[in-house]
């Protein structure tokens, strides 16, 4: 008995990470070299590195859609956010003297206020997460370009740079940071009681509310958290290029940690935080965007096979299908039976 | 007779009065029809989607798809026309088709496979960009001498404005998409399914159906939309058209129909796409401020309208005997699938 | 009144309808004649809505005949039952609120010219429409902007239609005030006068008595008896509706003694809330059990939610161990050490997706915060000592709560309680829905726990149960209180004769 709900448990995990091994090998069996790994003045170099840099801002706001889709809301305001953030931090480089930490530290105070923005319109208000996010959504690039008074901000910051694009202890210092957030959050969900608080109100409020659990100030902890967690994207993609282009930057990217988040399995109807396969969706997403252009495909499919796959996870997920397949199932069993 | 649904509307109207009265004071060029019959060109093809987006948003949806639906079609055109050199009123009706079909088809996985039409038609605005890629992937004019033909049609005002035939024909979708919303079984249909979902399939409507009829009805006006846009630009471009989703989607809700659904008007959403074209006249000819003022102002009214929404249906619902916000049961589907 | 030479307008047969595990409704035989208001009773999950769904069509039956004048027919769906002229209307009004009457009144059968809905023939339809009903309202209204009575005619109006000849209503009282239900029994003896058959599902048995000509009560899926209105006395009826026959409970007393010195736990004093329930005064004593017993809709639950707090109070004072205090917030309720086991399992209890550890060890982590979170070898320790002794039966305790039964779901959410260690625990129908077995353990567990010293309140539909494990008795009749049975005189003659007063 113990056996059959291991494996149960197991066929939902394994599913994603499954598909990331083979989606590796067989690129890899595509292109060549696409293992290698190759040490150059003590960093590491290849396109598995390239492959876990690229995917770090998705897999950050990945995560934190990831929670708050598990309280049954959704941020679409995340691009916004990162727009904001990388305003901020090429503002405040380029026209104050202030120390680079503190830089960073005001941008991701700007992105924890967008997401308190977003919170309060939820849990205060009652405004559906999609529509009070919209408005974020719609405002956000505004007020960045206000920041940057319109122009493509470039700056330099050799701490800012570091984060970016340095390295640490071999590894891009973006992956190591971004996998330390991980960590953290996968901490603090998991040996504090806050994750199963988390899914408790967003699988049912009601019951939640009458064992004594506060939904208002965990929902917008969780679109803070989520705020948060853009703004540390916005700053990588404005180190990136040296530069806050507050029209592009993170433009779609929400689309994509959403995507991440149902590759793990999550339904969108709340109830289940999965942080690690989360991060195995976004690496999946990046991997194939790698795959499509290092193997010579033209970078257009890439749309293509993102939507594909949100409508197959989607089918597959979806109830009518669920309870067609248990339907087979069962009439499989009676029939082996008999 | 006037009743509360009538209020967000009125409040719409207020707004675009204010804002054409302020222009008319505040600048003597504004006093001109040109001003007013610009705006009708201008914004031809975000009223068009604005309306299709309408019936979407009244059934309690949401449509992702449209943008990158307007560039799809877009780019089909010019592929049909210069490339296979089809008379352009036979692309144009493919084109139509083509975008009603994919309407179509979004409207079946969300009315019978029961996945949130946010998610459905976010992989829409996945597949349609990436499809428009696939035809093309740079900007090409479309060449023809019906679009000749077209832009010169003119029918001259008071003043020195004048209706283009792209303003026309906008008018005249608007016109239909009036009808169709209040002088139809159909309309009346959608109007029922966003009030209440479990009602409406407990008084007959036939929920299903009627669902993807409202997003092929959407696939249909944002694919005319297409067309317009293609007329208006003379090129097809497969980046055209980003975020105009977002756009019509805050034209809707500015319009006065309820982000909830059930409530709201057609006509709202033309003059919620006005309102944003005036802001966008207005910041042109005050010259001192940035193009930036526009999302940030559209922002500020969309939240202004969210809330006020929210206020009336606090104080309206207060004689319903329903919670307002039921627990989700599967009443639906029993209903229907019987 | 109903003419014996001419057919039934409808006559059902037979009928069966079985779900997964529940018999709902087990060879329903019934008649239905034209003039005639036919009051249908039963408690909770005794297969009225059951047998109206099958009746509208909602459901299939499994076997059996309907025959409608004497001829068999087959209805499939709602479109097959409207044809037929079998119309229904729902205690939650099923119309779109955000449309007007007029809309609404008309909807899917708009008059029309060229495909165009002609609004203004439309709106002289809905006029006289409303006009049959005895409504005079502006179709142009929005609904929403009507009371819940107007809506409510508005719904039968639309019920009629052109050529309804059967008229359901279910429960369409249950949110009118006495004025509203006068006008509804005028407009119900208005349709009786021009033939119509009502079917009248209710659980307030003055309005059964002032407006029905014949009652059929059912009790687990099965037709107990067809009566006469006028040959029934109250007690009979409640005596049917509850599956007892007064004349063989003589002697079903026991010896209780009352907890008299013990000291008060949690103290209502007035306590109600408008339109929910009328005020209250209720002393808890440690180690006592009160029951809470009434009729569907007679306020059980609502008390519950009142002492709990889930529900805010609008009025009267709680006290707790003799303090005044505000216990209006489930947060403040268990901080003093209440517990509370909703009637509705589903919405309100389990959380479907989260494991029986989870969903076990819920409030205990609630009361200590998100901090300090319960480390996982004490949580699984926890977790199997409440499996074993409360028997639930589960393959192991990381298995979604939601692909239990239903009687070991209960015992989950019992248990989720229990570990939290109340002071006083409330349970709302906590043998609702539940295989005999479970009901058994359940029974079992509520007396061990009063000796253990713990109060319980506990509300239930079943008078045998009450009678079983309760110190006193609160009986509940329309939304208030209307009688306290304590000690010896506790029987379920005497509760029955309390409710049907």
Redesign the interface.
Known sequence: MRFKSIMRLEARTLAPIVSLFLLIVGTALVVPGFLKLSIVDGHIYGSLIDILHRSTPTALIALGMAVVIGTKG?DLSVGAIIAICGAVTAVLTTSTELHPLIVLGCALLAGMACGLWNGTLVAV????P???T?????????????IT??QIVTFHSDFIDAIGNGFFMGLPARVVLAAVIVAITILVLRKTALGMFLEAVGGNS?ASRLVGIDSKLLIIMVYVFSGFCAALAGVIIAADIRGAD?NNAG?WLE?DA?LAV?IAGAS?SGGRIYLGLTIVGALIIQTLTTAILTSGL???????????I??LV??LQ????QNFIKARVQSFRRASDA | ?L???YLPVIATLLVFILLYGYGMVEYKGFRDTLVFTNLLTDNAFLIVTAVGMSFVIISGG?DLSVGSMIAFVGVLLAYLITGLGIHPVYAAIIALCTATFFGMIMGV?IA?????P???T??????F???A??IN?NSVPIDHELLVTLSEIYVPLPGRGGLTFIAMAMLALLAIGV?VA????FG??V??V???V???A????PVKSTLVRIYALSGLYSGAAGVIFAIYTGSAY?LAA?GVE?DA??AVVIGGT???G??GFVFGAFLGALIQGIIQTLIIFDGSL???????????L??MF??MQ?AIVHF??R????NPEP?EQPALE??ES? | MTDVNQPPLLSIEHINKRFPGVRALNDVSLTFHAGEVHALLGENGAGKSTLIKVLT????KDSGDMMLDGRNVHI????DA?SNGIRTV?Q?????????VA?NLT??D?P?RF???R?RSAQSRAKEMLARVGLDI?P???L?????AV?QMVAIA?ALGSKARLLILDEPTA?LDSDEIARLFGLMRQLKEQGMAIIFVTHFLDQVYAISDTISVLRNGSHVGTFKTSNLSQTELVGHMLGKDLDMLQHDQRDVTEAEEKPVVLSLSQVGKTGMLKPVDLNLKQGEIVGLAGLLGSGRTELCELAYGSVRPDQGNKAWLGKLLPINTPKQAIEQGMAYCPEDRK?RGIIAELSVRENLILALQSSRGWWSRIPMAEQQAIVSEFIERLSIKTSDMEKPIGELSGGNQQKVILARWLVTNPTLLILDEPTRGIDVGAHHDILTIIRELCEEGMSLLVASSEVEEIVAFAHRVVVLRDRGKVSEIAGNQISQKSIIQAIAQ
């Open positions: 959704i208000f009652g405004i559906q999609i529509v009070a919209l408005i974020l959504m719609v405002a956000g690039r505004g007020i960045a370009q206000m008074g319109g009601e507050a433009l689309l959403i149902v969108l033209p970078a257009q499919y890439n749309l293509i096979v993102k939507a594909s949100i409508l989607l089918l979806s109830k009518v299908t | 007779m009743n509360e649904r949401i996985i019978y496979f029961e996945i949130q946010f998610i459905v976010l992989a829409g605005l996945f597949l960009r990436g499809l890629y696939m992937l009808v209040k002088r139809t079984r009346l249909n109007y029922a966003g009030g209440d479990q009602s409406a407990l008084m007959g409507v497969p980003v977002l989607i805050a309820l982000l909830t059930g409530v940035n193009s930036w003022w526009t999302k940030v102002a559209i922002g500020a969309l939240l969210i809330l929210k309206t619902r004689y319903s005997g329903k627990p029993k209903v019987t | 069509g909602i459901y299939t499939r769906n709602s479109l409207q729902y939650e009004i099923n119309l779109i609120p955000t449309m007007t809309e909807l899917l708009q029309r495909g165009m809905i609004w502006d142009n209204s929005l929403v902007s009507h009371s819940i809506q639309r949110s919405h």
